[in-house]
């Protein structure tokens, strides 16, 4: 499959540090 | 007509969707949020949560009859009826493209510009910046489209609506201040529009629009 | 049956979905990705593409009847037909349940682990180890699914398939060697099961399992 485009896609990488950062407020916020 | 138990914490943006669409269905969910029914962290860790919900993440909805599903917008599906769902293979389609676009397109700049804010997450300026632009263009799609409709999908409230909505909640609380939000008029109007609709009050409550940016919390 | 042309950059593995989907379907699609047709980072740029397409991403699908829809899944759900949507509520909502899996559990790990092997993103250590970890959880809850199933929602391919095998092509094709896929063999066993059918092969091609894990490529 080629490469050259997937430079350009759309990708949330960081989506799991944001996911683990909501769950811990909202942990710590039902502690 | 579904029924059953929706396991989430409170105030879950993403669990707002299906209790939405549960509001015009008539579903009858049972909420547990709070102990001893639940508590986030503890109960959606324990091996018979994870035989039911392998992800381990809330919103989880478990069916009267045993159904379980999860992924928010698989829950609000679920509980929804055919006129949230759209009730042609198009209007359908055009519901999926709109809950995608709120995922994929909304979700990670609404998360990098408002998390700092609430002190969830690092600051950092040049994300929040290039945050913001991503809003701006959001909005800028959503402004066009609804120039000329009242709701994102055919003439009345879909799932489309009430999952964009709920992924617009956190800015127009945190952020989008009236200089900000000015040129975006047709999306005010249509966001203040939904969470004015009575399915949405009986969730959201009285929804107040942002009037001045939050800035990081430090 | 839904008829039209998909605007895409070649092998486009989000296209796939509904190239598939319409194999199983019978939709007749016309796929315009190359000159003079269609230039990627051109054409989806130009005012009349953006008039329809106000996202200006791919795929994009033009029905014949001027229907337009962006947003790979709503794509993919628009070429389809029933079978795959999943043909009750329940199936349709698990359905949904597996293709926002695979957008929002299977999608940024796998693009984080891969993109550095194909020399388009700066390698990681970190975040490299971080997404094989996220990589295995995810294989776990698909081998422990699939562990009595054929596949992923009810008795026959549907988009949950379609999506979940399309997000999971780069990992097979780059990284998910012998040894590392070892521990998931009901993945395994159903991932080439799909796309031994000859609907999947008439758009993927033959499909080669990674044999060695490719590092990043400095």
Known sequence: MATEYLVHEKVWFDKFKYDDAERQYYEQLNG | ?218
């Not at chain 2, 929804?80 to 055009?94: C, F, M, Y």
């Open chain 2, 1 to 218: 007509m579904a029924a059953g138990t929706l396991y989430t914490y409170p105030e879950n943006w993403r669990a707002f969707k299906a209790l939405i669409a549960a509001q015009y269905s008539g579903a009858q969910i049972t909420v547990h949020s709070v102990p001893p029914h639940f508590q986030f962290g503890q109960t959606n860790k324990t091996p018979e949560f994870l035989k039911k919900f392998p992800v381990g993440k809330v919103p989880a909805f478990e069916g009267a009859d045993g159904f379980c599903v999860f992924e928010s917008n698989a829950i609000a599906y679920y509980v929804a009826n055919e006129d949230l769902r759209g009730n042609t293979v198009a209007a359908a389609a055009q519901v999926l493209q709109w809950v995608s676009f709120a995922d994929s397109e909304i979700l990670p700049p609404a998360s990098t510009w408002v998390f700092p804010t609430l002190g969830i997450m690092q600051y950092n300026k040049q994300a929040t910046e290039h945050a913001k632009e991503e809003v701006k263009r959001v909005l800028v799609i959503l402004d066009a489209h609804l120039k000329t409709r009242t709701f994102l999908v055919g003439e009345r409230v879909t799932l489309a609506d009430i999952a964009v909505v709920c992924s617009l909640l956190w800015l127009y609380k945190q952020v989008l201040e009236p200089a900000f939000r000015q040129p975006y008029g047709n999306v005010t109007r249509w966001f203040v529009t939904c969470v004015n609709q009575p399915q949405f009050q009986s969730v959201l409550g009285d929804f107040k629009l942002c009037e001045k940016m939050a800035q990081f919390d430090a």
